[in-house]
């Protein structure tokens, strides 16, 4: 089975940084589309970023791009989330996923087979 375990959340003030990371247990890392969500309390799960199996695609949901960056090292079973420029708006519980069907885009939320637990990202004023 796939595990995902996200962690590198936190407290931090508007204009912060953070670096979420990915681990991934499992043989397979290299075949995996890799996402990240976020859920914010009282609304639903949105999609974040992507990254190919290669690495070599991504795709950013328009209200992080440019502030988040999504890369991967295969040799750790490792996805990153780096965050700057955080808002308060950016508050939520940050989920990875892994998805089988590389064939499928990359922000096919329902495609994504795996899931990690969270790690809440809080963003002061």
């Known amino acids: 089975q796939v595990q995902l375990v996200e962690?590198?959340?936190?407290?931090?003030?508007?204009?912060?940084s953070l670096r979420l990371s990915c681990a991934v247990s499992g043989r397979d890392f290299?075949?995996?589309?890799?996402?990240?969500?976020?859920?914010?309390p009282g609304k639903e799960r949105e999609f974040v970023?992507?990254?190919?199996?290669?690495?070599s695609n991504t795709y950013y949901a328009d209200s992080v791009k440019g502030r988040f960056f999504i890369s991967r090292e295969n040799s750790k079973n490792?996805?990153?989330?780096?965050m700057n420029r955080l808002k308060p708006g950016d508050t939520a519980v940050y989920y990875c996923a892994a998805k089988e069907s590389t064939w499928t885009p990359l922000s096919a939320t329902s495609?994504?087979?795996?899931?990690?637990?969270?790690?809440?990202?809080?963003?002061?004023?």
């Open 49 to 55: 970023a992507a990254i190919s199996w290669s690495g």
């Open 7 to 16: 962690s590198g959340g936190g407290l931090v003030q508007a204009g912060d």
């Open 30 to 40: 290299g075949n995996y589309d890799m996402g990240w969500f976020r859920q914010a």
């Open 78 to 82: 490792t996805v990153y989330l780096q």
């Open 111 to 125: 495609r994504y087979n795996y899931w990690g637990q969270g790690t809440q990202v809080t963003v002061s004023s």
